[in-house]
């Protein structure tokens, strides 16, 4: 169910600002692609520990999609 196996553990805290990153970038599909990843990501991004350490966002770095 989670990285380490049935316990929410420090791995997911230490993966899910990737995940946040990743959505903040329309990279989603990169993860979505994977049902597995997905729902782990969905599951990690619920969590009251992970939304209460999500920058709001007029913080995070603006998107530069002129590339």
């Not at 970038?25 to 990690?44: F, K, Q, V």
């Amino acid at each position: 169910e989670w990285l380490g196996g049935l316990q929410y553990s420090l791995a997911d805290v230490a993966m899910a600002p990737f995940v946040e990153r990743l959505e903040h970038l329309g990279m989603w599909n990169l993860i979505g692609s994977c049902p597995e990843a997905a729902r782990w990501s969905r599951d990690i991004m619920m969590q009251a520990t992970v939304i209460a350490s999500c920058a709001p966002a007029d913080y995070r770095l603006p998107l530069d999609r002129r590339q």
